[in-house]
């Protein structure tokens, strides 16, 4: 029982990091103004935490298993255009949910060995993951693509979807974080692949995309 309290203390920095790291940028925030917000002692924080790299990794870890869950490669069942969108929108909301790691990535991977190192291999997850759904919808008649198209398709798939908070926040930095960057993201990996869709599954796209084309 005597330790209950310290693992909550431990989880409610970890919350409060990330709301003021997603806030306000990582490099922007102290560890004092974490125990601040917390209402506690920089002392306290630094016992559970004693610096703020470690706060750092400890959201990057919890971050890199969300979101590595969400890229578990599909099902039997071959994909449809409804199944990618579903998709695409998980993967956004785990990069929503750390949205500081995104808006402020080539900063923190250069500050940050570990972050270096586990963002390398949650790129490459991402990049395998959205070649293995072309594939198959290609397999199953959805798609027309050849495997040179696929790659090229995966990467810049990747690319938009690792930069696209970054492209936000810079083209309106005061409404980034408006709600609806995730829809607009989505969109934009989608369009990516829609001349290479059979012409239903094009129709499709562009029915779900109707109200993000703004």
Same mark, same amino acid.
């Given at each position: 029982? +005597? ?34 917000? #917390? ?46 969108? /579903? ?7 785990? *990069?929503w949910k750390y949205r500081f790691v995104y808006r402020d *990535? ?36 959805? #798609? ?14 990747? /690319? *938009? +979807? ?19 960057? /995730? +829809? ?8 990516? +692949? ?6 239903r599954e094009r129709e499709l796209l562009d029915h779900l ?6």
């Amino acid at each position: 029982m +005597a330790r209950k309290p310290q693992r909550r203390t431990k989880e409610r920095i970890l919350e409060t990091a990330l709301a003021l790291f997603n806030r306000d940028g990582e490099p922007s925030v102290t560890p004092s103004a974490i125990a601040e917000e #917390m209402g506690i002692s920089p002392g306290n924080l630094h016992y559970h935490f004693p610096s703020k790299q470690k706060i750092v990794e400890a959201l990057f870890a919890t971050f890199r298993a969300e979101i590595e869950h969400t890229l578990a490669a599909p099902g039997t069942r071959a994909p449809d255009v409804e199944d990618v969108w /579903l998709f695409l929108h998980l993967v956004f909301e785990a *990069i929503w949910k750390y949205r500081f790691v995104y808006r402020d *990535i080539t900063d923190l991977v250069s500050r940050y060995r570990v972050l270096e190192r586990q963002m390398r291999l949650i790129l490459a997850h991402k990049q395998t993951t959205a070649a293995t759904i072309l594939r198959g919808l290609v397999a199953d008649g959805r #798609m027309t693509a050849s495997p040179r198209d696929i790659e090229a398709l995966a990467s810049n798939m990747t /690319l *938009i +979807a690792t930069y696209w908070l970054s492209f936000e926040y810079v083209r309106d930095p005061r409404h980034w974080d408006d709600g609806e960057a /995730l +829809a607009r993201g989505a969109y934009q990996v989608m369009a990516l +692949a829609a001349p290479y869709l059979a012409p239903r599954e094009r129709e499709l796209l562009d029915h779900l995309a109707e109200r993000y084309r703004s």
